[in-house]
Structure formats: C-alpha cells, structure tokens
C-alpha cells in the first residue's frame, strides 16, 4: 500500500514536470513565432521603401514630379484578405543649395494592420547629385517611345 502511495505522488511529479516544460516551451514557441512575423513585416516595410525609392527615380528621371513633390499613400500593391496593408510614399526634394541639380528622394515602406495599426516602418534616401542636360534633345527619341521625352539623368 506505502508503494503504490509513492508510485502515485511520483507520476504526479512527473506530470507536474511534463506539464511546466510544455508549457514554458510553448510561451517560448509563441515568442519565436511573434519575433518572425515581426521580421517579416520589417522586410516587407524594406523592400517597399526600396520600390518607392525606385519609383522617386523614375519620376525624376522623366520629370513627371518636380522637387517637393509627395506621392503618398500608394497601396495598389494590397491583396485582397491577407489581414495587411502595405503602402509606400516617395518625398523628392532639392537639398540645400544645390537647385536643380540635385535631387533627394525618400522612400518611406508602412505595413499596417486592418486597424490601421502600423506593424512596420522603413525608411530609405538617396541623393542624386549633379544632374545635367535637364532639356531633351531637339527631335531625338531617347526612350524609342515615338515621341520626345524629357529627361533629367541615366543611371550606369
């Protein structure tokens, strides 16, 4: 009878055990899981600050926007039921005293939740200096569109 007593409180003690490691590897599976959506969120929120970068570029570089220009807000890139929204805005302005020459472009990446709850944020800027020959070329095609463009630099 006394062993069966201790045979009992044993296999409590060992549940007991089994059941603190389970649950203390369960909260740190649910930190793990939390720290990976966070990452991926953060790489989302990258990339897009890089496209809306390249967007910057591409408006500079066919005079579509002008220094002190804001595209802000763009989120045709959302799918449809997937619980997120990923925006990007681009900022190109004139630093300084540099003028025309010169152009800054910033790309800012937002994914936010259907509560519009920012989950992540980046942020990218380059500075495009001395840009030259801002007036196409007379009666020249440049991007073999059919028609003249205007065009403010070429990246090599």
Request: charge should be negative; avoid cysteine.
């Given at each position: 009878m ?12 060992l ?7 389970s649950?203390?590897l369960?909260?740190l ?10 990452e991926?969120?953060g ?5 897009l ?11 500079v570089l066919?005079?579509y926007?002008?220094?002190g220009?804001?595209?802000?807000n763009?989120?045709?890139l ?9 925006l ?6 004139s ?11 910033t790309?800012i990446?937002?994914v ?22 801002t ?6 095609d ?15």
């Amino acid at each position: 009878m006394k062993k069966n007593g201790q045979a009992l409180i044993f296999v409590f003690f060992l549940l007991l055990l089994v059941g603190i490691l389970s649950s203390s590897l369960s909260a740190l599976w649910r930190s793990q899981i939390n720290i990976r959506a966070q990452e991926r969120s953060g790489i989302i929120a990258f990339y897009l600050a890089q496209a809306a970068v390249e967007r910057g570029k591409v408006e500079v570089l066919y005079g579509y926007w002008l220094a002190g220009a804001t595209i802000a807000n763009q989120n045709d890139l959302d799918t449809a039921g997937d619980g997120f929204q990923f925006l990007y805005d681009v900022i190109i302005t004139s630093p300084g005293t540099a003028g025309a020459n010169s152009r800054d472009i910033t790309g800012i990446g937002r994914v936010l939740d259907l509560n519009n709850t920012e989950i992540a944020r980046r942020q990218a800027q380059i500075i495009i200096d001395n840009i030259e020959d801002t007036v196409a070329p007379v009666n020249e095609d440049d991007d073999l569109s059919g028609t003249v463009v205007s065009w403010s630099w070429q990246e090599t």
